[in-house]
């Protein structure tokens, strides 16, 4: 195991771990007083000031609020934002310790600093972005009315029109990054898979989790052993995919970070995982996630055939894979779509009732019905 990124992962956990730092206040939730939010959102209106401004809180990985603001005339006037969804700094020490081991917040805030521009038409507009170290960060973007944009959960699944929709902005997406030169400029920050912040630690991190999934929860003899040939050739596998032409990939496409709109446009949100990676792992990641077995059968050569024509139709010609060479890869990709779910689950718990049943008989159902284990042997 290197030691530099070991003792710099170590680093930052204990830099997340310490309850107060000198730069506590200008990150967070409790730095958007009317002033701040003032400054933020009113600087080039002339009097425009937040009179009150109220917060909707809750915590998960990250302390997150909706925000209700209450403008001067000026303001009102001015048609500034009312209506606010935020982002900052973990109030519990644990989920400090996650983004600064994994580098979760930074990402996301490096993604609305360096790469929004490129993608505005797919996902949510910020006000702010800004990072310090020790999973002290803050990120306020704009909230949708409800009434116009439908924000997906763990637990649904797509429409033929949504999972279409998101499969030709992933594709457009990846066309616009293909083998970037941006990779060694202002895009240096989007790793290559294995080079994501915390992967030092993550082969011990899998090792436990393996352990701890397997005393919660009981699966067929195969997907069984799909967990243990990832956990066991980890570092084979990322080379296997490493290998493959790579794009800026959002890293966690499950349909729980999606949404559509009444106009028909589909988007994505919490890019807390970008990295470097072949584009058909986000598509094996969200059919995985958005489909009963069923219903992929019904739509994955689909869907699979819209994504290779956008890319072809973004001009890649060559680097686009024939529809076997995709469909092979799509298999074998489905392995880190599943990977999201047992880890997850033996790490933290879930909030939601028979959530967990719900994913793990979806993905199941997948790795056995397109032979995920005999993929993955062959790749090995």
Known sequence: MPVMPTVRTFGNIAVGLMPWLPWEGRHGLDSLTPAALTRMLGRNVTGARVLDVTAERDRQTTDRARLSLTWNE????????????AKGTPS???????????????AEVR??????????????????????????????????????????????TATPEHARAVVVALARMHAKFHESPRFTGDLAWVTR?????GQAIAPRILRMAEKGFHKLYDVPDDVREI????????????????????????????????????????????????????????????????FTPEQRRAQEHELLAVYLD???????GPAVPSPGQAFDLYRLMMLDAWRSVWASLALMPVQQDDLAEVLIERHCGHLLDLDVVGAVRAAL
Not at 92 to 106: E, K, T
Not at 117 to 129: E, S, V
Not at 193 to 197: A, F, I, M, Q
């Open 111 to 156: 993604f609305y600093r360096s790469a929004y521009a490129d993608l505005a038409d797919i996902t949510l507009k910020p006000y702010h972005a800004s990072i310090a170290r020790g999973g002290r960060f803050l990120l306020v973007l704009e909230s949708r009315d409800p009434t116009d944009t439908y924000f997906h959960q763990m637990r649904d």
């Open 227 to 290: 967990i243990r040939l990832h956990v066991a050739h980890a570092g084979e596998l990322s080379a296997v995919w490493e290998s493959l032409p790579s794009t800026m990939c959002h890293g966690d496409t499950h349909i729980g970070n999606t949404f559509r709109t009444t106009d028909g446009r589909s988007g994505l949100f919490d890019w807390q995982e970008v990295h470097r990676m072949n584009g058909l792992r986000e598509i094996a990641y969200f059919i995985a996630s958005a």
């Open 310 to 316: 956008t890319l072809a139709a973004a001009g890649l």
């Open 74 to 85: 000026p303001g009102e006037e001015a048609d500034l934002p009312t209506r606010l969804f």
């Open 92 to 106: 519990l020490a644990s989920s400090r310790m996650l983004n600064s081991a994994f580098g979760l917040c930074g």
């Open 193 to 197: 898979y294995s080079g994501r912040p």
